[in-house]
């Protein structure tokens, strides 16, 4: 097996987060059905603020080895993968832990007794066909799985593998993603086109709402225009108004994208050399999104593996983290979120917030009690930490801060909440 190797190129694009407005049911990877939202309320029932339950979905034609990536994603995973067109159905659901060796880092010089990482969602879609929109190979409903998911993962096959079935007869990276980004195209010109109709018969009653819909209408009308012009919704500028009054539709192309070149073990190594790796990569950087190369083959296999070995595994192989630890990071990113640690001797904790928070509403991330009584925070940046080497340290050195209301929380802030209830 060669080298693992991967790449990762994200745009400095901070896109707003939105809790997704639907409850459907989805399965879990034992095949239990569950409520994305029991997951949503269970894991963050103290904080209303950011819902973790940030979904990343895979997505992409049918057998490009989408459910195979979300087994090696997703420790224990049991999505079924296998050599056949729309293997998936139902979609699969997984939450997988943020890879963060600060965190690690800062358990050990406070002696905490455990280390709880970040967590993101992922879910393993059905393969869309051309004509999903017009409902061929259940189109719709597997367009509509796509609407409820924060970021998308568009699985692009770039291996060749005569025993690998390709739905359209060769590996073509390009035309698989025109393929993709057509279908979602088309379904958001069709909602688009019914709600410009319904808000033009509509009777507005109060000039507020009037206001409201006239900021749709007007944002509906850019967004359809750049869709027709081959670019995706998220490609125009639009106010926060007119992003939340658009938000209800859940546009498709709305959404972040990473492109995940899916590579043969032999291409680890140096996947910029493969020929389809680089028109991806042309791809993505016109269409402003992040892409990643991985093997789901080859990291499906490591997960077999007891976790020593894959370590010791890696290492002969001259790398030191599969290409999965870079997909988690980008999604990640890509979902504009900045973490936060709290460390003491019970745990180490890494905290997801929005870009731009300030310490309040951090607190409010951990309980609401904390935003609602904040007083101040201790607030040391991570690097300060490390290199004083504890909190009482950093103290005498005059690294920790004081701060207040006003402070927004910057990335790898080590905090200490003050707060009266
Ligand atoms: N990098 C790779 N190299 C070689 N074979 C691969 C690679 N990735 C996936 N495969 C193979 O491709 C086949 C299809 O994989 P998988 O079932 O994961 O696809 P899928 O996209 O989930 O398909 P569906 O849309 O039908 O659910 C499997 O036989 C898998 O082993
Ligand atoms: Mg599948």
Redesign the pocket.
């Known amino acids: 097996m060669a080298k693992l190797a991967s790449h990762h190129l994200i745009p400095a694009l901070g896109f707003p987060l939105r809790r997704s407005s639907f409850c459907t049911q989805w399965r879990n990877p034992k095949g239990e059905s569950i409520n994305s939202f029991s997951v949503l309320i269970k894991r963050f029932s103290s904080s209303p603020k950011v819902s973790m339950s940030l979904k990343a979905g895979i997505v992409?034609?049918?057998?490009?080895?989408?459910?195979?990536?979300?087994n090696a994603v997703v420790e224990n995973g049991k999505?079924?993968?296998?050599?056949?067109?729309?293997?998936?159905i139902e979609p699969n659901v997984g939450i997988v832990a943020v890879p963060d060796p600060r965190l690690n880092v800062l358990s050990e010089l406070n002696k905490s007794q455990r280390a709880v990482p970040a967590s993101i969602e992922f879910v393993?879609i059905?393969?869309l066909v051309k004509g999903a929109s017009q409902g061929e190979g259940l189109g719709n409903k597997f367009l509509s799985h796509i609407r409820q998911v924060d970021a998308i993962l568009q699985?692009v096959r770039c291996?060749e593998?005569n025993d690998?079935i390709h739905v359209n007869g060769k590996v073509d990276p390009k035309s698989d993603i025109d393929v993709i980004n057509l279908e979602l195209a088309f379904s958001d010109l069709d909602q688009i086109d019914k709600r410009i109709d319904k808000l033009k018969k509509g009777k507005v009653k109060d000039s507020q709402s009037k206001v409201k819909e006239e900021a749709e209408k007007s944002a509906l009308e850019r967004i359809q225009q750049e869709l027709l012009d081959g670019k995706p919704a998220r490609s125009v500028t639009l106010t926060d108004y007119e992003r939340e009054s658009i938000d209800h539709l859940c546009l498709l192309t709305m959404k972040p994208v990473i492109y995940v070149a899916?590579?043969?073990?032999s291409d680890l190594a140096n996947p910029e050399s493969n020929p389809y790796v680089k028109d991806v990569m042309n791809l993505a950087s016109q269409l402003q999104s992040g892409i990643v190369s991985v093997?789901?083959?080859?990291e499906?296999e490591l997960t077999e593996l007891p976790s020593e070995e894959r370590t010791e595994f890696l290492n002969s192989l001259g790398g030191n983290e599969s290409g999965l630890g870079n997909l988690i990071r980008a999604t990640y990113s890509l979902l504009g979120l900045r973490t936060y640690f709290t460390s003491g001797e019970k745990e180490t904790k890494a905290w997801t917030i929005l870009a731009g928070m300030t310490a309040p509403q951090a607190a409010g991330v951990i309980h609401s009690d904390f935003e609602k009584g904040f007083i101040r925070a201790e607030t040391v940046a991570y690097h300060d930490f490390v290199a004083a080497g504890s909190l009482a340290a950093a103290r005498e050195k005059g690294l920790l801060r004081s701060e207040g209301k006003e402070y927004v929380v910057q990335e790898g802030d080590v905090m200490l909440f003050r707060f009266n209830v």
């Open positions: 992409g034609l049918p057998n490009v080895g989408k459910s195979t990536l979300f999505a079924q993968a296998a050599n056949f067109p729309f293997c998936t393993d059905a393969g699985v291996f593998d690998v899916n590579v043969t073990e093997s789901a083959q080859v499906s």
